[in-house]
């Protein structure tokens, strides 16, 4: 028998076993450091010292972890929002367009009504507003999907661009009403200050970039989370997903399932744009749309494997990368942001990569000559 | 009765395909246990036994698809290595799948080639479509090799496939339970293909559990039961009734009983239902009435309608005319759970898929058709699920395994319970091939279990 060489060989698990679950997400981060470190020795910067900077900007530093969990707050939002919909195997990629509408929502509910309202109600309601603009964003593809079966990929991509323009036109397109009056300089009218909220200063004095929104999106996270393990609605969305023939056969309606988890998943990415307002913006402000949270929102889902609760932890995770990245370009030995994203895509991919390791069993064969 | 041990390259030909020894363990269960097996030349062998019995492993052990743990694949008295299908082909095995592979949009020229090493940047179409049709002629597999898979029915994909397999060259050819699609004018042409192939010298392994069919085409009968082989017959000897004992291990009651049991009122009736699918009339002016006490069966070659009134009767579609009646309550047009509500259960044709959430646990697809409050009640699903696998003893490690991993048998149970001995209470039974796809000693406790419940006063 001659050996000709060695062949990757597959075979599906039948059980997944427990320790995959943990050693695989582990493996796979490591490795996309691994290669991420590659891309920086090519580029001259000592890949361990980077790290480390990356990781003392990121999380570990005080203003560092702040920061992060500044940033992951709406990131929380948009990445329930696409767990939830991807759940039901609705690939909605609408959240960017959602989350500008619920940003628009808010800040309307925060001029318009807030002023007359104490704090404790101004900004639930701008929350509110917020997740009902993301819910209007989403209604004409829910509704296209649940009725017609129109591909809701395409249709929530193409209002993502309706729904940047229609920002960029109200601050730098027109004068109208979400327009600050008080200067020319293009930027968005202030929300009414009872909406907003103070950043956290977590028992210090100094001023961070965190808002007490964040516990709300983790609050999100784990009613979500409980909710659909033991609600009858959360049952019926799991046969769905599972079976729509099941579904069907037990008497559920599709339509309904499919447009309701569509307009809970547009309500939540617009909550994410409410929160820009209530914390760190105060108005429609433009500067979101730099960031693109509603497509790492996506990002943030498939990391969690659309878990509700570990949709946080990738949300944290994935704001650091951003928040140390975005350090380290004005650091004495500055980074180009492109590695921070050239890092970024190498965890997604690693993760992803690494499901097929927990899926199937993976080996080496030898390849022999079959001796006929 | 011979064992398979002591069978010997017989007169009828060499021996061309043999298993020594094979043993192939997934997790949980060992699939095949020390397998042998043989299979001369120009022989139809047929592997029989149980769902989940090993036959299908073997057959995929035999054509590269698995790697066995232990023991040796044999081919013209050499052993082979087979690591993937592609390497069976080399050899000259081919594996008719139960589940056809092939590509609905693709002609049936086009699909036969599917896969082949040998093809040029262009397709040579008419040359491909004259073998083709060179080999339909020759082992009498009427098809056109311009036609469209995806328009074909069952049995013409099977001949698809099979015509895909001769078509590689292959010798020996492994058939998965061939004939579990087939409508009986269906199955014939094949036992007539078959027949035509053994002619030429090629060899065919048939994995089957139906006793009646396997009797008529087999030269050879190897009985497998719980990964181990449990017998082996020639043809001649080859009795039913023994065969059925060697399956399932125990005497068994092949007859169904007819008990008397008390007639009630009428539970169920349906009457002038009409029913037009896509501007076709798929029932016209059924009347249907079933009594409480009794079984009336609907029959027919599938494609007859006894699905669209299965469906209509169970709510899940609106008739455009007439009335259906449960338990005198009028269901037409209050949709599935309408229908539920005035007492009637439904266990459709489709197992998983249908009647089943594939990759939901036994305990939530108990689930499903009980009536659920705003949150879900899990804990007496449970109990339920436990009580159930109890008596009428599924073979599971649990109630929350998913019930895609039950087997065909298994699952109808799980379904039927369900259905049966709901909560709710249901007096009016919808049932459809409930025995189809499953072996001797599951189709026993189905039927045991739907006279229990016609004994209790239902309609079914």
Redesign the interface.
């Known amino acids: 028998m001659i050996v000709l060489g060695r062949r990757i060989q597959m075979e599906q698990r039948m059980a997944v076993p427990k320790s995959a679950v943990v050693i695989v997400p582990v493996v796979s981060v490591i490795a996309a450091l691994v290669v991420g470190g590659v891309f920086l020795a090519l580029t001259g910067h000592p890949p361990v010292r980077t790290y480390l900077d990356l990781l003392d900007n990121g999380y570990t530093s005080f203003y560092g972890i702040t920061d992060t969990l500044g940033l992951a707050t709406p990131l929380i939002c948009t990445g329930l929002a696409a767990a939830f919909a991807f759940r039901m195997n609705l690939y909605s990629i609408g959240q960017e367009g959602q989350m500008y509408l619920g940003m628009i929502g808010g800040a309307w509910a925060g001029i318009v009504l807030a002023d007359s309202l104490p704090p404790l109600i101004a900004v639930p309601s701008v929350l509110l507003f917020g997740a009902l603009a993301g819910a209007a964003w989403i209604a004409v593809p829910a509704f296209l999907r649940a009725r017609l079966g129109t591909s809701e990929i395409v249709s929530t991509l193409l209002l993502n661009y309706v729904a940047l323009n229609l920002v960029n036109y109200f601050i730098f397109g027109s004068q109208g009403f979400f327009r600050d009056p008080t200067t020319s300089f293009p930027q968005g009218r202030a929300v009414a200050d009872s909406a907003r909220l103070s950043p956290l200063s977590f028992f210090t004095e100094k001023s961070t970039n965190t808002y007490p929104t964040f516990f709300v999106a983790v609050l999100l996270a784990v009613m979500l989370f409980w909710f659909m393990r033991v609600s009858n609605y959360g049952y019926e969305t799991a046969v769905y997903a599972d079976s729509p023939n099941t579904a069907r056969y037990a008497g559920m309606s599709s339509a309904w399932l499919q447009s309701s988890v569509l307009l809970v998943s547009g309500a939540l990415a617009g909550v994410g744009g409410a929160m820009y307002v209530v914390g760190p913006a105060g108005k429609v402000d433009p500067g979101l749309l730099q960031v693109g949270l509603g497509y790492a929102g996506i990002v943030v889902a498939a990391l969690a494997r659309y878990n509700f609760l570990a949709v946080v932890l990738a949300a944290v995770l994935f704001a650091g990368l951003r928040t140390g990245g975005n350090a380290l370009q004005v650091s004495n030995d500055p980074v180009p942001i492109a590695i921070a994203v050239v890092l970024q895509g190498a965890v997604l991919l690693f993760a992803l990569g690494g499901e097929l390791f927990r899926r199937n069993k993976v080996t080496l064969v030898r390849v022999q000559k079959a001796t006929t | 009765m011979v064992t398979s041990a002591s069978m010997q390259h017989d007169e009828k030909g060499a021996l061309a395909l043999a298993a020594r020894g094979v043993t192939k363990r997934?997790?949980?269960v060992v699939a095949n246990d020390q397998v042998n097996f043989d299979l001369a030349r120009g022989e139809v062998h047929t592997l029989l036994g149980e769902n989940g019995a090993g036959k299908s492993t073997l057959a995929s052990v035999l054509c590269g698809l698995y790697r066995p743990e232990a023991g040796q694949v044999v081919?013209d008295g050499?052993?082979?290595?087979?690591?993937s299908p592609r390497?069976g082909l080399?050899?000259g095995i081919a594996m008719v799948h139960q589940h056809f592979r092939l590509v609905d949009r693709f002609t049936v020229a086009e699909n036969v080639v599917l896969g082949h090493k040998s093809l040029s940047f262009v397709l040579a179409t008419a040359e491909i479509e004259a073998k083709v049709a060179a080999i339909t002629e020759e082992f009498g597999l009427p098809l056109d090799p311009r036609a469209v898979v995806g328009e074909l029915s069952a049995g013409e994909r099977q001949r698809v496939e099979i015509v895909k397999a001769l078509y590689q060259g292959a010798e020996i050819l492994l058939l998965d339970e061939p004939t579990a699609l087939l409508a009986p004018p269906e199955v014939e042409k094949l036992f007539s293909t078959v027949r035509a192939m053994t002619h030429v010298g090629k060899s065919v392994v048939f994995v089957s559990h139906k006793l009646g069919e396997v009797v008529d085409i087999s030269d050879r009968i190897t009985v497998m039961r719980g990964g181990r082989v449990t017998g082996s017959v020639r043809r001649g000897e080859a009795d039913v009734r023994r065969l059925a004992e060697l399956m399932v291990g125990r005497e068994i009651n092949i007859v169904p009983r007819r008990a008397k049991s008390q007639v009630g009122d009428v539970l169920l009736s349906a009457s002038q239902v009409h029913l037009e699918r896509d501007g076709a009339a798929m029932l016209t002016d059924i009347n249907l009435e079933v009594r409480g006490g009794e079984i009336v069966g609907v029959a027919g070659v599938a494609g007859n309608g006894q699905r669209d009134l299965a469906e209509v009767i169970?709510?899940?579609r609106t008739p455009q005319q007439g009335n259906v009646t449960v338990c005198g309550t009028p269901t037409a047009g209050h949709?599935?759970?309408g229908a539920?509500r005035a007492g009637l259960a439904?266990v459709?044709e489709?197992r998983l898929?249908?009647?089943?959430?594939?990759?939901?646990s036994i305990r939530?697809n108990l689930?499903?058709?009980r009536e659920?409050?705003?949150?879900?009640d899990?804990k007496s699903a449970l109990h339920e699920a436990e009580t159930f696998i109890k008596q009428l003893e599924i073979k599971t490690p649990g109630p929350l395994t998913p019930t895609r991993?039950l087997s065909g048998g298994n699952a109808q149970k799980v379904l039927l319970a369900r259905e049966l001995f709901a909560v709710s209470g249901a007096r009016v039974l919808v049932v459809c091939s409930p025995t189809r796809g499953l072996d001797v000693g599951a189709v026993e406790t189905v039927h045991a279990l739907l006279d229990e419940a016609r004994d209790a006063g239902k309609a079914i």
């Open positions: 997934f997790p949980g081919r050499k052993e082979i290595r087979l690591n390497d080399a050899h169970a709510g899940l949709g599935a759970r539920r439904y459709p489709d898929g249908t009647g089943l959430a594939p990759s939901m939530d689930l499903l058709t659920r409050n705003f949150l879900v899990r991993k």
